[in-house]
């Protein structure tokens, strides 16, 4: 089964430190996984995003047009 998950925020740490903890349970799970952050210029409170693939097959690519879970 596949799961496509979306975290978006501001700051960009938590954001991502989210999306890494999430990417690293679907490996432990022996699951292929994807993880593709993306954050703005600014150094501070700027916005974070981070995708996360979960799935039992192999990813053929980890750009979302559509997600299953957003946070």
Do not use: C, H
Not at 35 to 53: C, D, F, H, K, L
């Amino acid at each position: 089964m596949q799961y496509e998950i979306i975290i978006a925020g501001f700051g960009g740490q938590g954001v991502l430190s989210m999306g890494k903890i999430l990417a690293y349970s679907g490996l432990m799970e022996d699951k292929e996984v994807t993880w593709m952050p993306s954050y703005g210029p600014e150094q501070r409170g700027g916005t974070a995003n981070v995708t996360v693939i979960l799935n039992d097959e192999r990813i053929s690519s980890p750009v979302l047009n559509e997600y299953d879970i957003a946070v």
